[in-house]
């Protein structure tokens, strides 16, 4: 979650309400919060996967072209990739 002046923004919900307008491409999020229970959320959230911030860069780079191919051979590889940071639940 990160907190602008609106108010709080969680990854989640911004996913949802993209999911909701039609987008079909590669979105992620990216969070400390990376045990089971939270991907699965995120997944549910519509998420095409969770990227833990304790990734280096070689490990986030690496994980995000597997999901690019991934993406690719199943026909959506032109679509943009959103990237989502959250913060740690409080």
């Known amino acids: 979650m990160d907190r602008y ?3 709080p923004v969680l990854g989640t ?3 949802e309400s993209i999911r909701a307008t039609g987008f079909k491409g590669l979105m ?3 969070s400390v919060n990376d045990d089971f ?7 549910r959230s519509g998420a095409t996967a969770s990227l833990s911030k304790s990734f280096t860069l070689e490990e986030l ?4 072209r597997i999901q690019y191919q991934r993406a ?3 026909g959506f590889g032109w679509h943009i990739c959103v990237i989502l940071c959250t913060r740690l639940r409080t």
């Open 5 to 7: 002046k609106e108010g």
């Open 13 to 15: 919900d911004v996913i």
């Open 28 to 30: 992620f999020i990216r």
């Open 37 to 43: 229970e939270s991907v699965n959320m995120y997944r």
């Open 61 to 64: 780079t690496s994980a995000l």
């Open 72 to 74: 690719c051979i199943n």
